[in-house]
Each structure stands twice: as C-alpha cells, then as structure tokens.
C-alpha cells in the first residue's frame, strides 16, 4: 500500500489557492480544502456544541447550523475567540486530513498525489505532514480585488510570502490566466506522478 505524494497549497488571501486546488483536481489528483473540513467538523454535535457554548447562539444559523459569516465576524473582532477556536480545530483538521489521505492510499487505484489547501500552512507547523508545498503569490493589490474578505488583520497575521517561497518546493506567481495557473499545475503533476 503505497501513499499519494502528500502536497500542500499555501498562499495569501486572494491569490489563488482555490483555483490552483481546482486545477490540481482537473489533472488527477484527489483534492480537499482545510475549509471544506472545517465545514465538516462544525457540523460535528460535540463540534457544534463547543463552539455555540463559547461563541453564543448569535453564530446558528435559522437551520440551526453554524452561521460561518456570523462566527468569523466574532472571532476576527475577539483575538481570544480566534486563539480558542483555532486551538480546538487545527488538530481537528489535521487529524481529518490525515485519515483522508490514509483511507486515499487504501484504495485499490489510489490516487498518485492529493492536495490540500492550507491557507496557515507555515504558521501552524502543518508543512511537516506533507511531501511537497505549493505557494501560490500575487501582488496585493491583485489579491485585495479579487477576495471579498477585508485583509487587513487576517494578512498580519500570516508568514511574508517572500519567507514562504524560500520554504516552497514548487511557487508560482498568480498574475495571469487561469490556463496559465493551470499550465503550472499540469506541470507540477508531471514532475510529481
């Protein structure tokens, strides 16, 4: 039972890791997102529980789930709500991440390379679980126009993508097209099938 090459994507605010995810998809590999795993966990009742008890019911949603929007507006206003749900989660995910990518590696035509998007890859120490990292840069300006997130507090807190380049086995600067990213990634996938 051989294990997929273990890659990581990492990145700014808006500088394209989501499409650069997407394109590693289109070209084989199995994907997944920190974010989609968050999804998951949230929806976990122990999860959910934890998480209302600390973060107050202004966070459900009317279906009763988690109002994202809702708990990132507390957390990015509160640094200690943030430490304390990162705190809970980030083991989380990384114990989700990594029964994935063993369940990928038990199946009968495992994939050759999985992917995963981690946006605070550098920050929480997660480089360590992964084969190869992926950093994918634009300019500010750039990455300002193309997230609706306000980057302000969120991008002080993340490694200078200059430190995170000297780390990356692979980078590439997002200033382009799509089939251009996507060039990138097919010959990423080459070099690693």
Not at 40 to 68: S, Y
Not at 75 to 82: G, S, T
Request: charged share 30%.
């Amino acid at each position: 039972m051989s294990r997929p090459v273990a890659v990581a994507i990492t990145g700014g605010i808006g500088a394209g890791k989501s499409e650069a995810l997407r394109a590693f998809a289109r070209h084989g590999a199995a994907t997944v997102s920190s974010d989609e795993i968050v999804h998951h966990l949230l929806r976990r009742p122990e999860v959910r529980e934890r998480v209302v008890a600390r973060m107050g019911n202004g966070i459900v949603a009317p279906d009763g789930e988690i109002d994202r929007g809702a708990l990132a507006t507390v957390v990015f206003n509160d640094r200690e709500a943030l430490r304390w749900l990162e705190e809970l989660l980030h083991p989380l995910v990384a114990a989700e991440y990594l029964q994935w990518r063993d369940a990928l590696a038990g199946l009968p035509d495992a994939p050759a390379v999985c992917v995963t998007e981690v946006p605070l890859l550098y920050e929480t120490g997660s480089d360590a679980r992964f084969d190869k990292v992926v950093v994918i840069t634009a300019p500010s300006k750039l990455r300002r126009a193309r997230s609706d997130v306000v980057m302000d507090d969120r991008e002080a807190r993340l490694l200078p993508d200059t430190e995170k380049l000297q780390r990356a086995d692979f980078s590439f600067k997002n200033t382009g097209s799509l089939e251009e990213l996507d060039a990138f990634v097919k010959s990423v996938m080459a070099e690693l099938s």
